[in-house]
């Protein structure tokens, strides 16, 4: 039902917009005729609530900000040095049944191809012959421990932790639901595993309706103004159990402790302030980062912490030791930084199990997410309002207000994680979350306020879920004039996402800023970001004017006892740009493509520095720039995999030339085609993002057909 109302004022609409929206909580949603709801539930939370409005940081400062390019400055870290990767080493028996090597790869680094989606349809299709057949829980959980060591696939101990910790839940959630293995698949894995349609997981957030205001250009921040200085920590993943000297070439997830035993060698043993390999933060590290931190800047505003506390020892993991790491880290955060506003984001290993974050629907004691929550509320109130436990008891996500006319609002993103089996069961906006954001956006729109959005997955990454990450990029479209920064974490390197307008796919909206981890896992320097904000003027944009990374070496550290932190880069004087607004970054992109220098230097930087950095070949660079050039997951124009339209638009500077040198044997026809190729030329020039890409005359589909068979030419 459509209703449509005239001649009422704006705020009139959209008070009527939220009451419409409430029989949302009611009504399952519908998309095409087909419910998306599998289980019942109405949901009554009134989301409308809003929090304290008191502001939460001091006035700004005048901060001495980093030295633009064409300044005097200089890094101290600007030598390349032996690469050497650590790979974990797996047995390679059994392995060439499904290729379980490479699934393993797959995983860690969430890249999916079609060897883990074989694999996802092979194991999902047996669970779910076993569950139709009558097996119980217990000889379902028996027969995956047998598969798991008999195959090698990981240790006994791995294999009977994982089973014990996952498979309940993953039983559980195949039984209640009635999807094959392709949609299943297609789901947790995305578009690796084929675009497969599935109505149940179809939906889209409603808007008010009121007008989006016509965007402003944004102008190159003026030189003196006030500002906020920030620190950004993220996924600091902080092992209790590291173990020096241990062995940290291990076969298991996560090496580096007392359980993996004493290093045979000296190369294989684990170092005192951490290791490449697959290994966690020691305490000494966190230790000295932090008091580091608080004597080099001892002006910050205000932090943000965008999550990922505990170890990857997934299979050990239990309620009490998670909570135990989140109470010790909060407490060493308040001692270290007192008086410093913080404001948290929730990673998805805070989780027993990781990525386990049933919505409020499931609210059975033993799969209740609410242990968790509750202990998050307690917690974050040291430095938040009584006002957001509404909010962070319900969903771990909350609004507060920074500034006069500058808010924050922390999401948690685990309701977009796409290994969060409980979605399977509905996936329809869990916890009303987007619904709420829409909310507190369009009343900061009202209110005239900039906000900042703190996260931990990136809402581009292949681990968010197509459908909730569409829904979060239309939020971002229609409220590009007031978000002015978006922060995450998640993928533990030094990278950024920009996102467009829809409308027009060449003009850059908005930018997601994706912080560095402080574990070195793996292959990684540990580090840390500080951004300046711009802070309190009539004039001020509450947008970030400059950031810099900030890392230390690894290998020195441990070779000579003793860690160095020092300034990686700053992005104004190493990529010598005068703003970092949206289209800066667009351009950024455009230089990186064109220019090998800088496209490396920004691949140095995205592994801080780090000595044992891989190298990087074609699919390599081409993947990561397509990542960069899109905050939309899963999507065949914008999206992180790798499409072919994105391929073109990255890569079609770059090989027109050849496509010139070749055009008469590509078409098959004479020389005196010329012409009508310098005009087909002309108008691919003049493409935004191809967004003609559907009605291409014939001689121009045959010229990009060649140009993809250029493309992928590894020699070219």
């Known amino acids: 039902m459509y209703l449509f109302i005239f001649g009422y004022s704006e705020r009139s609409m959209f008070r009527f917009y939220f009451l419409a929206t409430l029989c949302l909580n009611y009504f399952p949603l519908h998309s095409q005729g087909v419910p998306v709801v599998q289980e019942y539930f109405i949901d009554k939370w009134n989301f409308k609530q809003r929090s304290n409005n008191t502001p939460l940081v001091h006035k700004a400062k005048n901060h001495t900000l980093p030295p633009t390019w064409n300044e005097t400055g200089r890094l101290m870290w600007d030598k390349d040095q032996e690469k050497n990767t650590h790979l974990p080493q797996f047995v390679d028996k059994a392995l060439k049944l499904l290729n379980l090597k490479q699934v393993a790869f797959e995983l860690e680094t969430s890249v999916m191809s079609k060897v883990s989606c074989t694999a996802c349809k092979a194991g999902t299709g047996l669970l779910q012959h076993y569950i139709r057949t009558g097996k119980s829980e217990k000889e379902i959980k028996q027969t995956i421990l047998q598969f798991c060591v008999s195959l090698k696939i990981q240790t006994s101990r791995v294999c009977e932790g994982v089973t014990e910790v ?41 808007f008010p309706p009121v007008p989006k205001p016509t965007p402003q250009a944004l102008e190159v921040p003026k030189p003196g103004a006030p500002t906020f200085k920030v620190l950004h920590l993220s996924d600091t993943h902080y092992d209790p159990y590291y173990s020096e000297g241990s062995n940290a070439d291990c076969s298991e997830p996560l090496c580096c402790r007392l359980t993996n035993g004493p290093a045979k060698t000296k190369d294989q043993a684990a170092g005192k302030w951490g290791d490449y390999r697959k290994c966690d933060t020691p305490k000494i590290t966190v230790d000295h980062m932090l008091k580091n931190i608080a004597e080099t800047h001892p002006d910050i505003d205000y932090i943000l912490w965008t999550g990922d506390l505990p170890p990857h020892d997934v299979w050990n993991q239990t309620r009490e030791e998670n909570l135990k790491v989140l109470k010790d880290t909060v407490e060493q955060m308040s001692t270290m930084f007192p008086g410093t506003p913080i404001f948290p984001a929730l990673g998805n290993h805070e989780a027993a199990p990781v990525n386990s974050f049933p919505p409020p629907f499931v609210d059975t004691p033993d799969s209740s997410i609410s242990w968790l929550y509750n202990e998050l509320d307690h917690q974050w109130r040291k430095w938040l309002p009584t006002s957001v436990s509404n909010t962070v008891r319900r969903g771990a996500f909350y609004s507060v207000l920074v500034r006069p006319g500058f808010r924050l609002i922390s999401l948690n993103m685990n309701y977009c994680n796409n290994k969060n089996w409980w979605l399977l069961l509905n996936s329809t906006d869990p ?24 996260g931990h997955i990136p809402p581009g990454h292949s681990d968010c879920l197509k459908v909730w990450s569409r829904n979060y990029y239309a939020i971002v479209n229609r409220y590009e004039s007031t978000i002015t920064g978006q922060f995450f974490g998640h993928t533990h390197y030094d990278e950024f996402e920009v996102f467009y307008d829809n409308q027009d796919l060449g003009r850059a909206i908005s930018i997601a800023y994706v912080g560095p981890s402080v574990s070195p896992y793996y292959d990684l320097n540990p580090g840390y970001r ?64 064109n220019d090998p220098q800088v496209f490396d230097m920004f691949y140095k930087y995205y592994y801080k520095a780090s000595p044992v950095r891989p190298n990087c070949d074609t699919a390599c660079k081409k993947r990561i720039l397509c990542d960069l050039h899109s ?17 073109l638009f990255l890569w079609y500077n770059m ?32 493409w935004t993002w191809l967004t003609r890409i559907n009605v ?20 070219n």
């Open 655 to 686: 090989v027109i030339d050849q496509i010139h040198t070749h055009f008469t044997h590509v078409l098959n026809v004479h020389v005196d085609a010329t012409t009508t190729f310098d005009n087909t030329v002309t108008e691919i020039r003049s």
């Open 431 to 454: 916890a009303t979350e987007l619904q709420w954001f829409i909310y507190e956006l369009q009343s900061a729109e009202f209110n005239g306020e900039k906000v900042h959005i703190i």
């Open 530 to 593: 500080i951004y300046y904000v711009d802070g309190d003027h009539s004039q001020s944009t509450r947008a970030v004017i400059d950031h810099e990374t900030w890392t230390m070496n690894l290998r020195e550290a441990n070779l000579y006892g003793y860690p160095i932190w020092f300034k990686l880069y700053s992005v104004r004087q190493s990529y010598k740009i005068d703003a970092l607004r949206p289209q800066d970054w667009d351009q950024l992109i455009d230089q990186m493509t």
């Open 696 to 715: 291409l005359d014939g001689n121009t589909r045959k010229l990009q057909n060649y140009f993809i068979s250029i493309l992928f030419r590894e020699d």
């Open 631 to 647: 905050g939309r997951s899963h999507d065949l124009l914008l999206g992180n995999s790798g499409f072919i339209t994105q391929y």
């Open 166 to 206: 996952f498979a309940g839940e993953v039983i559980y959630v195949l039984s209640k639901i009635k999807l094959g293995p392709e949609e299943i698949c297609s789901f947790v894995i995305g578009d690796a595993c084929g675009d497969v349609y599935n109505p149940y997981h179809e939906w889209e957030v409603m």
